[in-house]
């Protein structure tokens, strides 16, 4: 059982369209991060968020921490092809443990 | 700024043979770490270092050791190679142990 689970596990949408991803656990968070990893790179952070109920924008991407710490949502407006790649949220429940990572969800958009 | 720099990119190994991959950073991070990535798995942490001289076991260590002589430097070993260690591995440094993490390009090894 992983701490953190993503869904969908996959998804492939037309470009221009609009999708939201989610990462869940039993767990609370003191921090929360999202990465976006493309095919043969390592993963690159997008967002940290800390604060329940916290909202963060980046450009299209829209970043949500649930109000009880325990998940969040990634949405993507308008998505574009170079929204292409997994998206991997890693969670940590206390400073001075390690994050963990949750399994991903592999989005492919498509021109 | 050449950031964490891995070595070698691909391996092909023989079951029960060893080596060494490489992980260099610059940016003077305090904390590094080492990943294995599997489908459908996610990022595994296998050991991690929160400065020259400490290492620590994380979530699976059993078939490797790691040493932090430097600052830059976190080698990951293999003692063994077995077939269940094909992955591709990663390894990452941040300023803090909670702090954005930045990853190398990773390692995709196969063990035969």
């Known amino acids: 059982t992983q701490l953190l689970e993503q869904s969908p596990q996959f998804l492939s949408i037309q470009e221009g369209e609009n999708l939201t991803v989610y990462c869940n656990s039993s767990?609370?968070?003191?921090?929360l991060q999202w990465y976006r990893q493309e095919p043969g790179e390592g993963p690159v952070l997008l967002v940290t968020?800390?604060?329940?109920?916290e909202v963060k924008k980046l450009k299209r991407l829209t970043f949500q921490f649930g109000d009880a710490r325990k998940d969040s949502s990634l949405h993507i407006t308008a998505a574009q092809p170079g929204d292409t790649g997994l998206y991997l949220c890693?969670?940590?429940?206390?400073?001075?443990?390690?994050?963990?990572f949750g399994p991903g969800t592999r989005l492919s958009v498509l021109p | 700024n050449a950031g964490v720099t891995q070595t070698p990119k691909f391996q092909v190994l023989k079951t029960g043979q060893s080596m060494t991959l490489q992980c260099a950073q610059d940016?003077?991070?305090?904390?590094m770490s080492w990943y294995r990535q599997d489908p459908g798995m996610g990022l595994r942490l296998i050991h991690y270092?929160?400065?020259?001289?400490?290492?620590d076991q994380g979530e699976v260590p059993n078939g490797y050791n790691v040493s932090r002589s430097t600052t830059e430097d976190f080698p990951l070993r293999l003692l063994s190679a077995a077939p269940s260690q094909t992955s591709v591995y990663f390894c990452?440094?941040?300023?803090?142990?909670?702090?954005?993490?930045?990853f190398g390009q990773g390692t995709r090894l196969t063990v035969v």
């Open positions: 990452a440094s941040s300023y803090r142990q909670n702090t954005e993490a930045f």
């Open positions: 767990s609370v968070f003191s921090s």
């Open positions: 968020v800390v604060t329940g109920g």
């Open positions: 890693a969670g940590v429940v206390d400073y001075g443990q390690n994050f963990v």
């Open positions: 940016m003077n991070h305090e904390y």
């Open positions: 270092s929160v400065g020259a001289g400490i290492t």
